[in-house]
């Protein structure tokens, strides 16, 4: 069974830094990709970034590039998302999700976490 527990949110000010772990377990990593969305306050979910497990492949949503780094540690196989220069958009609910390639995980077709709440205000 797919288990994806994320924490790390908290209430950060404008122009401040996150940092989001999620702790994996349940599937095979290394044909995995991992990644994280988002749901801001009455909108619906939206893409954030991704990385193919076994060779470390990136890719990141244009609202973020340059600003968000998704990272991962092998040995507590475990998925990182450094949010850097934070915004009041950047506000949300951050989900991670798994799937068994950065384009079936970027069309949601896999497993979602519960999420962490991620608020940026002054």
């Known amino acids: 069974e797919v288990q994806l527990v994320e924490s790390g949110g908290d209430l950060v000010q404008p122009g401040g830094s996150l940092r989001l772990s999620c702790a994996a377990s349940?599937?095979?990593?290394?044909?995995?990709?991992i990644g994280w969305f988002r749901q801001p306050p009455g909108k619906g979910r939206e893409y954030v970034a991704a990385m193919r497990w076994r060779d470390g492949g990136t890719d990141y949503a244009d609202s973020v590039k340059g600003r968000f780094t998704i990272s991962r540690d092998n040995a507590k196989r475990t998925a990182v998302l450094q949010m850097d220069s934070l915004k009041p958009e950047d506000t949300a609910i951050y989900y991670c999700a798994t799937g068994s390639s950065i384009p079936t995980l970027i069309a949601g077709r896999g497993s979602w976490g519960q999420g962490t709440q991620v608020t940026v205000s002054s």
């Open positions: 349940g599937f095979p990593f290394d044909d995995y990709a």
